[in-house]
Each structure stands twice: as C-alpha cells, then as structure tokens.
C-alpha cells in the first residue's frame, strides 16, 4: 500500500499517541503506580514542538479528553490540562527546540508539573484529590525519560518525514 | 494540494483556542460532576476506546496464561486438595449461619423490626487495566446489561471494596474504599460507635471527625453501619491501625486498614442489598 506523504505523517502522529494512550491504562504493580511517566503528555509536548502546525491546542484537548474516559475521571479534566500544556508548547517551540537536552528536559519537568497542577486543582475542587507529596514524582519521572522519548520520537519523524 | 501555512492568518489564534477549550472543559466538569447528566456521552466514548482497555490488558493475561500453563501438576493437585479440604468446613459453617439468620429473623419479627433478608450477588471479573495514577479504580466486565447500577456495593470474600460509579453497557467502574473521592458510613463493631470512613489514595483509609473521648481502639473492626442506604449494614469495611492523638488537632488522627484484598482480587462481588428490589436492567 502506498500511502501519501500527508497521509503517513498523520498516521505516525495518531499511532504515537495510541501507544501513549495505551501505556498510560496498561496495568503494573502497584508499588511501581507513582513511577509512571506521563506517556500522553510527553507525546503532546513532542509533536507540539516539532511540528506546531499540525499538533497543537485541539489536537491536546481530544487526546486529554480521550484520557478522561480511560481514566474514568471528570470529563474536561485532563483534556483542560492537556490543552493548557499544548498551547505553552506551541508557543514556545522555537525555544524550546533550541535548548540543550538538559535544559529540554527541565522545561519538559516544568510542563508537566502544570498538568499534574491543573489536574490536581480540578481535582480538589471536586473534594477528590489525593493526600501526599508522591503526586508529584511522576512529573520528575517524565522529566528522566524525556531524553530518550525525544530520541525515539526524533527518528520516528524522520523516517515519516514529517517537517 | 492546498498550502495549509497559508490560511493560517484566517483561523483562531492559539490562545482563542485554548480559552475556548478552557471554558469548554469547566463546563464538561461542572456537568458532569453534578451527576448522570454526560453519562450518554461517556457510554459512547467508553465503549469507542474500549479497544484501548482491551488491548491494555494482554500483558497481564498472557502472563497469567503462561503462570497457568508451566504450573506443575503437583502444584495443581495440592491446590484441589486444599480447597476439597476446606468446603466441609465452610459448609459446617454455612450450616450454622443458616441456623442463625434463621433465628435472627425470628427475633425481628418478635421485635417487629424489619427482616434483614440475604442479598442476591454477581460475581464480576476484573479487566486488568491501570488507573489513573493515585486514584483508586476498578473496572469489571459486568455493565448495565447485567443489571448493575450507580452506587452498587461491591465486595470480596473478606469485605467491602467499593461502590459503582459508572456504569456502561458492558463494564463499569468501581471506585474503592482507597480512593480520595470515597467515604462510607461505619461503626465500631464493639462499642457501635459511628463515624466515617474517607479514602486517600494509597493504601490505608481514615476515619475522620472523631474526638479524643471517641470510643475508638487500635484494633477496632469498622463495620458498615448502612446508614444512608448506599452499603448493607454489617459487613467488615476496615481494621484501626494507628490513633495519633495531637492535642493541636481538633480531631483524632486514625489510619486503619481496609479488611478487603483491595489490589490481590481476580474477580470481586456484586452484591443487590435489597433483594425486595428486582436488578434494574438498563435505567
């Protein structure tokens, strides 16, 4: 099957994020819970930042809201935090891409953080946020992977020839 | 092939976007927070990523499967011996309590209280999916088509798990007693003192609002007290494991231990509390 450029980038983009999607429900022991990256949110801030005009505030809502579902918890809640990380994305993308690694992955840390604040807001005001400081080591996690997600993510888009 | 760089200039800026998608959101969650108001919307997204959950759950079967295929047959055989050991027991001792609820229904009625008839039950399987990171969440492979319904109990062997807070066609969802969104009415089993029982994300639950003259030991059984109709009363909910005492805090401090195998469960049960209430199939 020979597909068209346009075709096979979009392709590689929407696979992306239903391997996303599927890391994130995919069950594990329950010490190693708090040690999962947020696979959906890396995936976002990526494309954002490669490819901003393909990815970007609609595509972060619908993927968050496809998560909400997963996830069984309040519909908008993570699609808001996703959207919000989204847009900071886009619109510091050419920052971003010039940073070095190192300093990537803490802007990437500090995204995250947002997300998880945004969704941990949602959450209290629905009285149902959880009690504990290690709500916040998935966002360091996610910060450790960023590197070699990049990586990974890079060559993918290079073999799709996505610009 | 049309340039789409070029229209750009004509579509919403990225920030109009996201103020939308903002708005949009808080509307969603105020809605949905408010109760069944998206549970349509919800069904149908459910069941179009269901594909997700299904496919989610292949490593853990594949991994039971192969524990299952390499499992020797002695293994097997010592397993089949304990159980045919341990159901003459379990039946001596169903023997009895069938004496005893009959009893009990005996004296209610010289009481005139109301008879406590037993519950109908369905067991459920688990689908092996993650939850969202520090919630605590379960979902079964009995949905609305079975008859479950919003707010069902759901226990194991040992006790209560939780209650059922979405149903779809053919799953739903339990939030457990572990959850920070749960709390359900106790009492002490020995001193029939009541109080509530508030999940927090990990492991243990807490018993809140109680003051120092509370009638509450380390070591206390929390039965449910089925105050507020949503749980049967009398089932074992949670263990005391630790009472701090700060004299700064206006209440105790309780940690206590639920009495389920929350997290070791294959399959968990659905219990109608009323069984005077048929199933309601599809609401």
């Not at chain 1, 346009?6 to 022991?29: E, M, N, W």
């Not at chain 2, 998206?38 to 069904?43: E, G, P, Q």
């Not at chain 2, 039946?91 to 004296?107: D, G, P, R, S």
């Not at chain 2, 999940?199 to 030991?217: F, N, P």
């Amino acid at each position: 099957m020979k597909l068209s450029n346009a075709a096979r980038g979009r392709l590689t983009i929407v696979a992306s994020f239903a391997a996303a999607l599927l890391l994130a429900i995919v069950p594990g022991p329950d010490w190693a819970e708090p040690f999962r990256p947020e696979w959906v949110g890396l995936v976002l801030i990526y494309w954002c930042m490669a490819t901003p005009q393909r990815v970007g505030v609609g595509v972060g809502w619908s993927v968050g809201l496809m998560l909400d579902v997963l996830y069984g918890s309040l519909l908008g809640q993570h699609a808001l935090a996703k959207a919000a990380i989204a847009y900071l994305t886009v619109r510091f993308h050419t920052q971003l891409r010039m940073f070095p690694r190192w300093q990537q992955a803490a802007s990437v840390l500090v995204l995250v953080a947002i997300n998880h604040l945004l969704v941990l807001w949602a959450k209290a005001l629905a009285s149902e946020a959880p009690v504990g400081w290690s709500y916040w080591t998935p966002s360091i996690v996610s910060m450790l992977v960023w590197p070699w997600l990049f990586v990974i993510l890079r060559d993918i888009r290079r073999r799709a020839k996505l610009a | 092939m049309i340039d789409l760089a070029s229209w750009s200039t004509r579509t919403p800026s990225n920030l109009v976007r996201l103020v939308f998608v903002a708005l949009l959101s808080v509307g969603l969650m105020m809605l949905d927070h408010q109760g069944e108001r998206l549970a349509k919307i919800r069904s149908v997204l459910s069941i179009a990523l269901y594909p997700f959950q299904a496919v989610a759950t292949v490593p853990t079967r594949t991994g039971a499967w192969l524990i299952e295929f390499f499992r020797s047959d002695r293994a097997m055989r010592e397993d089949y011996e304990k159980l045919r050991a341990d159901r003459p027991l379990l039946l001596a001792k169903l023997q009895k309590y069938q004496a005893l609820e009959a009893e009990n229904i005996h004296f209610r009625r010289l009481l005139n209280a109301a008879e406590r008839v037993s519950e109908r039950a369905l067991v459920a399987e688990l689908l092996e999916v993650g939850p969202e990171p520090f919630t605590r969440k379960l979902v079964i492979t009995k949905g609305g088509q079975h008859g479950v319904y919003l707010g069902q109990p759901v226990i194991d062997a040992l006790g209560i798990m939780g209650q059922v807070t979405e149903v779809d066609p053919y799953t739903s969802r339990v939030t457990l007693i572990t959850d920070p969104s749960h709390a359900i009415p106790v009492q002490v089993n020995r001193s029939g003192l009541r109080a509530m029982v508030f999940g927090t994300g990990q492991d243990a639950v807490a018993v809140r609002y109680l003051t120092a003259l509370a009638d509450i030991q380390e070591g206390d059984l929390l039965v449910s007290s089925g105050l507020g109709g949503g749980f049967p009363a009398g089932y074992p909910v949670a263990r005391v494991r630790r009472i701090n005492n700060d004299p700064n805090e206006a209440f105790l401090a309780i940690d206590a231990e639920p009495v389920a195998q929350i997290g070791h469960n294959k399959e968990v049960l659905l219990i109608w509390p009323d069984s005077a209430a048929k199933p309601q199939a599809k609401k």
